[in-house]
């Protein structure tokens, strides 16, 4: 009856417009009416306390690292060394904009301004090149939410922070599987582009290649520092955000000098709204754990799933399903956010390692990203390229079944995660 109660209070909020932070608030009402503990002190101290937490001060930070790199010229110069090494080969833009969004997602890990800044530099290349524009967008949504997964990963923070799961493992753990979607991404391009005719563009020369690199090397330093710090348990995640917002503001507006002072204020401003879309939503999410918690809601799921328990990779399946259904109705962050403190104690109780689920679970959810009626990403494309949501769905499509079979790959062989993890984790 409590789960009801819940799922039919949010839902219902959601159907009538109510923003999703509200309606998290609306949901936490309706249970603690239910379980007679309606007291409006308790809803304002769960608020607070959710957005309490020293790791989610690592998301402000990166979300200035994202504005910082697309305003002050690192995506631009990612680019330009992704052509010098790809974009002479058949379907050659298609490989940039994976590669590019690789190199990217190292840099940020947010799915929205990764994919923002992609069709920004390149559908507009891809078009005048011959390339078929749904497709292309297709391929510049499905290229964003590699963002998710590899390190650094506003994602992870958040499924992390929800989960009590160590947020630097989660990094370690994903970029194998980050990687391996790309792969995957540009095997799907390759084949949707073999009976393309389009004009390759000459090779460029050993030196071009090497002039290209020497201008993409500061942007190319952040993720080995990053990630080498981390290894080196130099700093935390956390640190690591403030760490990534300093050195791009440094190489932006010192190296590069492409970003002024006079810009600025619009950097700091955009990264300030999306950081408090983000926290408020967090924050209101966290009233929903707590009373799903309350609520025994996980015990409840764990009863459901008692036939699945004593066989993991059919557990994972399920879960997998039923994840990659919500994730088709909701934001990734509503979804993180809900679903973990209801999965977690399930994937406990199975022996599953929460680090490995973590990455499957951030997959999913960044598949949804690009699955209709939402598709958070499929709007962005959709809005700069200035095509149909359906068209950019339309031209995803291929490369959604390239990723949903890494994520089976995933599910049925947990060494592809567990092995590379422990290696650079190796704690």
Not at 50 to 59: C, N, R, V
Not at 247 to 258: G, N, T
Not at 288 to 304: E, K, Y
């Amino acid at each position: 009856m409590t789960v009801l109660i819940f799922l039919s209070s949010l839902l219902a909020a959601m159907l009538i417009g109510v923003p999703i932070a509200y309606a998290l608030l609306l949901s936490g009402v309706a249970l603690m009416m239910h379980l007679d503990l309606f007291d409006a002190q308790i809803l304002a101290q769960n608020v607070i306390n959710g957005a309490d937490s020293f790791p989610l001060l690592a998301i402000p930070f990166f979300m200035l690292a994202g504005e910082v790199m697309n305003a002050g010229g690192l995506s631009k110069r990612l680019v330009q060394f992704a052509m010098t090494l790809v974009g002479h080969k058949r379907g050659g833009l298609g490989y940039v904009v994976v590669v590019t969004a690789c190199l990217m997602a190292a840099l940020s890990g947010s799915a929205v301004a990764d994919t923002a800044a992609l069709a920004a530099l390149l559908l507009p290349m891809m078009v005048r090149a011959g390339h078929d524009k749904a497709t292309s967008g297709g391929l510049i949504a499905s290229a964003g939410i590699i963002a998710p997964v590899i390190p650094p990963s506003i994602a992870f923070i958040i499924f992390g922070v929800a989960g009590n799961v160590s947020i630097g493992k989660l990094f370690m753990a994903g970029i194998v599987p980050g990687l391996l979607l790309g792969i995957a991404i540009a095997a799907a391009w390759a084949w949707v582009v073999r009976r393309e005719n389009v004009p390759l563009p000459p090779k460029a020369s050993f030196r071009q290649q090497v002039s290209a690199f020497k201008d993409a090397i500061w942007a190319l330093m952040l993720p080995v520092i990053i990630l080498v710090g981390l290894k080196m348990g130099v700093f935390t995640p956390t640190e690591a955000a403030v760490v990534a917002a300093v050195y791009s503001l440094f190489v932006a507006c010192v190296i590069y000098r492409e970003l002024r002072l006079a810009s600025l204020y619009k950097v700091f401003a955009c990264a300030a709204r999306t950081t408090a879309i983000v926290m408020f939503l967090i924050a209101a999410a966290m009233v929903a754990a707590w009373l799903i918690t309350v609520a025994d809601i996980p015990g409840q799921i764990i009863d459901i799933l008692e036939p699945f328990m004593d066989n993991p990779t059919l557990l994972l399946i399920a879960m997998m399903l039923f994840i990659l259904a919500v994730g088709m109705a909701m934001d990734m962050m509503p979804t993180i956010l809900i679903l973990t403190p209801v999965l977690m104690p399930v994937v406990k109780e199975a022996g599953i390692d929460p680090a490995y689920f973590g990455v499957l679970f951030i997959i999913n959810t960044a598949i949804g990203l690009m699955t209709p009626p939402v598709g958070t990403v499929l709007n962005v494309v959709s809005g700069v390229g200035q095509m149909k949501m359906d068209q950019v769905a339309r031209g995803a499509f291929p490369f959604i079944i390239a990723q949903v079979s890494v994520l089976v790959l995933l599910v049925l062989f947990p060494a592809i995660v567990m092995v590379p993890m422990e290696f650079l984790w190796g704690r």
